[in-house]
Nanobody
Framework: QVQLVESGGGLVQAGGSLRLSCVAS???????MGWFRQAQGKEREFVVG????????LYEDSVKGRFFISRDNAKNSVYLQMNSLKPEDTGVYYC??????????????????WGQGTQVTVSS
């Protein structure tokens, strides 16, 4: 059974940093991975993705230069370092596994395994 478990969320002031972690079980980790977020009352949106090897990344424009994704395949883990956080970064952050091995993709439907989410709240 495939499971993704996120951790690292919390409450932080604007300008602060958080590091999210996602640990995968099963054979999922041979795929591309992504981080998504969902603000209250809004649709889930893509934040950043990384290829299976870690050699290719894709960032949503609003987080470029502030967020950084990485992965450690030996630990079946993917990380999201979030710096210079803004109130508009607030939401539930989800780790997800792409359906295929290849370049990271930004479409929700491309991912078939999801974690339970971790709350990130940025106060102004």
């Amino acid at each position: 059974q495939v499971q993704l478990v996120e951790s690292g969320g919390g409450l932080v002031q604007a300008g602060g940093s958080l590091r999210l972690s996602c640990v995968a079980s099963g054979r999922t980790f041979s795929r591309s991975m992504g981080w998504f977020r969902q603000a209250q009352g809004k649709e889930r949106e893509f934040v950043v993705g990384i290829s299976a090897s870690g050699g290719s990344t894709l960032y949503e424009d609003s987080v470029k230069g502030r967020f950084f994704i990485s992965r450690d395949n030996a630990k079946n883990s993917v990380y999201l370092q979030m710096n210079s956080l803004k109130p508009e970064d607030t939401g539930v952050y989800y780790c997800a596994a792409d359906r295929q091995i290849g370049p990271p993709r930004s479409v929700v439907a491309a991912y078939d395994y999801w974690g339970q989410g971790t709350q990130v709240t940025v106060s102004s």
